[in-house]
């Protein structure tokens, strides 16, 4: 079944960007970025911006802008049955448009990864057509643990430290 990615979240003048794979089937269904209710991505960003992490998601959305960051996903659209990035097929990627998305959003420093798919499908199918543009020279990236609750070889606090550098890499 192909799938399709959401709009990403973000204002003209974000200065990060956290990219994930491609949404789960949760958060398909309820049209947000990690609906899952086991998925760590809200409450992280909750403790890191201080804000409460059960406001309904326009208002977590809004804190995320209003602190200059910016979400999204590597891939446009997918072949994937369920919610795994295992069960993506490779043949069916296709990745959003970063050219366009960087040419409208200049102030974007950091590019962080919600974990290594949406890293490596980044670096193998997006960044040789970004090394052309003259912000792909100064773009830092990191990867980050993965917020998926698939992801659970790290505690909820030593992912909370990695992903600090969101707010403290400038």
């Given at each position: ?98 050219a366009q998305f960087f ?68």
């Amino acid at each position: 079944m192909t799938i399709h990615a959401f709009p990403p979240i973000s204002t003209p003048t974000a200065t990060r960007l956290i990219l994930g794979s491609m949404p789960g089937v949760a958060s398909l269904q309820a049209q947000q970025y990690y609906a899952h209710p086991r998925n760590a991505f809200w409450p992280i960003m909750a403790q890191l911006l201080r804000f409460d992490g059960a406001l309904p998601y326009a208002s977590r959305v809004a804190a995320l802008q209003t602190a200059g960051i910016a979400v999204w996903d590597v891939l446009q659209s997918c072949e994937r049955v369920g919610s795994l990035d295992a069960a993506i097929a490779p043949a069916s990627i296709v990745a959003n448009d970063f050219a366009q998305f960087f040419a409208q959003h200049p102030q974007i420093t950091h590019v962080f990864f919600n974990g290594s798919l949406a890293e490596a499908t980044f670096k193998r199918t997006v960044l040789p057509q970004l090394n052309l543009l003259p912000q792909e020279q100064t773009l830092q990236y990191a990867r980050l643990p993965s917020s998926s609750p698939a992801h659970a070889a790290l505690s909820a606090d030593a992912k909370l430290a990695q992903w600090r550098q969101v707010i403290t890499d400038s």
